[in-house]
């Protein structure tokens, strides 16, 4: 069942602006991720932050966890036209079952 | 990290019929994991395929309406029976990378008409 609640629903950007994105949960973690679809297609995972973590990069991501919010934002800077897609958060609980996010859309203009 | 190769990419298909997804990974695991993504909605966890037992299925799926075989540690089928037009949906299989995310097949975009 989905957990997580993200907003914004839909951002759109201008080509070299930063994009941020939050994620809520409701119940404990092991970790949370992310991923990114293109067009319906199968998701990409980009990032895993575990729940001792409170901030982690890769590349031109930054994703921090607030686990006494139980929310977590993930950060694209200097965005790009191929950042177009939509964004999903994703916690994994002890079950080891992913709850999925509503998604969040993102437009990069150029 | 696991490839994964889904098949089929898309199709149509007549209401009252069966479609078959296929999901090959080219390395061994434990778990397979199917989901559901309605048009514009996020993934819904359909069941979990583990080799050698029954699928385990989550609250609102069947095993009548999505049959699930894993017969090897590299392959599993979800067959979407008797579809109707609330059907069409995106399918997708994942695999646990065990600490390092999931990986996800290609997917499979059903439209039932």
Same mark, same amino acid.
């Given at each position: 069942? +989905?957990?997580?609640?993200?907003?914004?629903?839909?951002?759109?950007?201008?080509?070299?602006?930063?994009?941020?994105?939050?994620?809520?949960?409701?119940?404990?973690?092991?970790?949370?991720?992310?991923?990114?679809?293109?067009?319906?297609?199968?998701?990409?995972?980009?990032?895993?932050?575990?729940?001792?973590?409170?901030?982690?990069?890769?590349?031109?991501?930054?994703?921090?966890?607030?686990?006494?919010?139980?929310?977590?934002?993930?950060?694209?800077?200097?965005?790009?036209?191929?950042?177009?897609?939509?964004?999903?958060?994703?916690?994994?609980?002890?079950?080891?079952?992913?709850?999925?996010?509503?998604?969040?859309?993102?437009?990069?203009?150029? | 990290?696991?490839?994964?190769?889904?098949?089929?990419?898309?199709?149509?298909?007549?209401?009252?019929?069966?479609?078959?997804?296929?999901?090959?990974?080219?390395?061994?695991?434990?778990?397979?994991?199917?989901?559901? +993504?309605?048009?514009?909605?996020?993934?819904?966890?359909?069941?979990?395929?583990?080799?050698?037992?029954?699928?385990?299925?989550?609250?609102?799926?069947?095993?009548?309406?999505?049959?699930?075989?894993?017969?090897?540690?590299?392959?599993?089928?979800?067959?979407?029976?008797?579809?109707?037009?609330?059907?069409?949906?995106?399918?997708?299989?994942?695999?646990?990378?065990?600490?390092?995310?999931?990986?996800?097949?290609?997917?499979?975009?059903?439209?039932?008409?």
């Amino acid at each position: 069942s +989905q957990q997580g609640e993200e907003d914004p629903q839909a951002l759109s950007i201008q080509e070299g602006e930063n994009a941020t994105m939050n994620c809520s949960y409701k119940t404990s973690i092991n970790n949370l991720q992310w991923y990114r679809q293109n067009s319906g297609r199968g998701l990409v995972h980009l990032i895993l932050i575990r729940s001792n973590e409170r901030e982690k990069h890769s590349g031109r991501l930054r994703v921090t966890l607030d686990t006494s919010k139980k929310s977590s934002s993930l950060l694209i800077t200097a965005s790009r036209a191929a950042d177009t897609a939509s964004y999903f958060c994703a916690t994994d609980g002890d079950d080891y079952k992913l709850s999925f996010g509503a998604g969040t859309t993102v437009t990069v203009r150029a | 990290s696991a490839v994964i190769s889904q098949k089929p990419s898309r199709d149509i298909c007549q209401r009252g019929t069966s479609l078959t997804i296929q999901c090959q990974v080219d390395s061994q695991v434990t778990m397979m994991f199917w989901y559901r +993504q309605q048009p514009g909605q996020s993934l819904t966890l359909i069941a979990t395929a583990n080799q050698g037992s029954e699928a385990t299925y989550e609250s609102g799926f069947v095993i009548d309406k999505f049959p699930i075989s894993r017969p090897n540690l590299t392959f599993s089928t979800l067959t979407v029976s008797n579809m109707s037009p609330e059907d069409s949906s995106i399918y997708l299989c994942s695999v646990d990378e065990v600490g390092d995310g999931y990986t996800f097949g290609s997917g499979t975009r059903l439209t039932v008409v």
